[in-house]
C-alpha cells in the first residue's frame, strides 16, 4: 500500500468521505460512553432480530461478492470464507445475543483505595472512543466487530476487504437501521467509504478521530498496518505456532496434541505450524506422528534427522528449508525437526515465533515450569493443544482478535482489552 507517492505521514483531507465518517464516529462515541448497560444490550438485541428478518437481503448481496470472486479465480478456501449462507447469519445473530449476556466492562472498578490524606481514589474501565478494524474477506467480522465495540461503548469503524463490498455495506445497513431504531447514534457503526486503498491510508493517518486500528488478516495486512499508520495500532499478528514434545512425553498423548493442533482447522492462527521433538523419543515418536499426519493429509517439511527416520512411512515428506522455519502456512503442511534438548527447542522457538502460541507435551513438571518460563509468546500451553489460544474457548465469550504484542493488550482480546481506564479523584476540599 505505500508504493503511491503520497506519504503515509499525510493526514487525510477535512473533506474527504473517510474523515467525516471519523468526525461523526467521535461524536457517536461521545453518546455512547455514558450509556447503561440496558441501552447498549437493547441495540444488540434489536441488531440480532434484524438480521434474522433481513436474512434473504444479506444473502442476496453476498452472492454478487460470491460471483466476483469465482470470476476472478479466486480460491474456493477464500469463498468459503467470504460466503453468507442463511444458516451462517443466523450464527451471527447468535453470536451477538450470546454478547448480550456478556459483563459490560465500562464503569468496572480495577482498583481504588482511600488514600492517607483522605482522598477517595478510583481506577475505572472507559472506552477507548473510535475504533478502526481493517480486515479481509470474512464478512461475520462486520457484525461480530461492531456487537463488541458497541457493548464496549465504542465507535466503529469498519474497513473490509472490496471483494466483501457488497456484503459489508448490506450488514452494516441492517446494524445501522437497528442501532437507530434501539435510539442509538446509527454513527456508532460505519463502513469506510469507499473500495480503494486510498480510504485505507486515510483511515490510518486519522490520528486524532480515530483511537486505535486493529487489523485483522494475513501477515502483509498486518504488517502495511503497523509500519504506515500514525493511528495507535493493535497488532493482532501472524501465528507460526509450535508444539514441542520433550523427553518425558506421553507418547500417545503427544499425537492426539499434534493432530489437533495441526489438523483440527488448519487455516486459523492458532494452528500449529512447527513440531519440535527431543531426540530421545524421535525414534519411537516420530513413526506413529508421521502416519497419523498422513491420515489427516499433512504433508511435512522435515529437517535430515526426521527426514532419516521418515524412510517407510506413509506420510509426504519433503526437505525443510530455511524459509519453512518462519512460514505460517495456513494449510495442511507443518515444518518438523528433532532437537537435542529443551533448551534448543526454546532457542528455535525464540527465533522463528510469531510469539503467538506454543506447547510443551510432557509429563516432567520441571520441563514445563522451565519452558514457560523460557517461552515469551502469548500463550504457552503444557499438554493441551494450541488450538485453545481463543476468547471462546478462555471463556471470554468472544474476541475481537488476538493480540501478539505487549502494548496495551496480549493474546486473545475479550470486552475488557476494547477499554481504557481513566482516574477518578474524590476529595473534600482537599488542596495540594
Not at 434473504?56 to 470470476?71: F, S
Not at 506420510?315 to 530455511?322: L, N, R, S, Y
Not at 495442511?332 to 533448551?343: E, G, K, M, P, R
Request: hydrophobic residues 45%.
Amino acid at each position: 500500500m505505500s508504493s503511491d507517492s503520497t506519504s503515509p505521514l499525510t493526514a487525510p483531507s477535512p473533506d474527504s468521505p473517510v474523515y467525516q465518517a471519523a468526525r461523526r464516529a467521535r461524536a457517536a462515541a461521545a453518546e455512547l460512553a455514558p450509556l447503561p448497560r440496558a441501552a447498549k444490550d437493547a441495540a444488540l438485541l434489536a441488531i440480532a432480530d434484524a438480521l434474522q428478518a433481513r436474512t434473504d437481503e444479506i444473502v442476496k448481496a453476498n452472492a454478487e461478492d460470491v460471483a466476483r470472486a469465482r470470476a476472478a479465480g479466486t480460491a474456493e478456501s477464500i469463498v468459503d470464507r467470504l460466503t453468507l449462507t442463511p444458516e451462517r447469519v443466523l450464527a451471527i445473530a447468535s453470536d451477538v445475543r450470546d454478547v448480550v449476556a456478556l459483563p459490560d466492562p465500562v464503569g468496572e472498578v480495577v482498583r481504588g483505595s482511600t488514600l492517607p490524606n483522605g482522598i477517595d481514589l478510583r481506577q475505572v474501565r472507559v472506552p477507548l472512543g473510535v475504533v478502526g478494524i481493517i480486515y479481509e474477506a470474512r464478512p461475520n467480522v462486520t457484525v461480530d466487530a461492531a456487537a463488541l465495540c458497541l457493548k464496549s461503548g465504542n465507535a466503529v469503524l469498519l474497513r473490509g476487504s472490496s471483494s466483501a463490498y457488497r456484503s459489508n455495506t448490506a450488514l452494516v445497513e441492517v446494524v445501522r437501521d437497528a442501532v437507530a431504531g434501539a435510539g442509538l447514534p446509527a454513527d456508532a457503526v460505519q463502513l469506510v467509504p469507499g473500495e480503494s486503498r486510498d480510504s485505507v491510508r486515510e483511515l490510518m493517518r486519522a490520528r486524532g478521530l480515530v483511537d486505535v486500528l486493529i487489523p485483522r488478516g494475513g501477515a502483509s495486512l498486518i504488517r502495511t498496518v503497523v509500519e504506515e499508520s500514525t493511528v495507535p495500532v493493535i497488532e493482532t499478528g501472524t501465528g507460526n505456532c509450535h508444539v514441542y514434545v520433550d523427553a518425558d512425553a506421553d507418547l500417545g498423548t503427544a499425537v492426539e496434541i499434534l493432530v489437533n493442533s495441526k489438523a483440527q482447522r488448519p487455516s486459523v492462527c492458532n494452528a500449529a505450524e512447527t513440531l519440535l521433538v527431543h531426540r530421545d523419543v524421535a525414534g519411537s515418536f516420530l513413526p506413529e506422528a508421521l502416519a497419523a499426519l498422513a491420515r489427516a493429509g499433512v504433508t511435512v517439511h522435515a529437517d535430515e534427522r526426521v527426514l532419516a527416520l521418515a524412510e517407510g512411512s506413509p506420510a509426504t515428506v519433503v526437505p525443510a528449508t530455511e524459509e519453512d522455519w518462519e512460514t505460517e502456512y495456513l494449510s495442511y503442511d507443518i515444518a518438523a525437526a528433532v532437537v537435542d534438548s529443551l533448551d534448543e527447542a526454546v532457542a528455535h522457538i525464540r527465533r522463528w515465533s510469531s510469539g503467538h502460541t506454543e506447547a510443551i507435551v510432557t509429563g516432567s513438571q520441571a520441563a514445563a515450569r522451565r519452558f514457560t518460563q523460557l517461552v515469551d509468546s502469548t500463550t504457552v500451553a503444557v499438554n493441551a493443544s494450541t488450538r485453545f489460544t481463543d476468547g471462546g474457548q478462555f471463556g471470554f465469550g468472544a474476541e475481537i482478535g488476538i493480540s501478539t504484542q505487549k502494548l496495551h493488550a496480549r493474546g486473545p482480546m475479550g470486552l475488557p482489552e476494547l477499554t481504557s481506564t481513566k482516574y477518578i479523584v474524590t476529595g473534600d476540599g482537599h488542596t495540594r
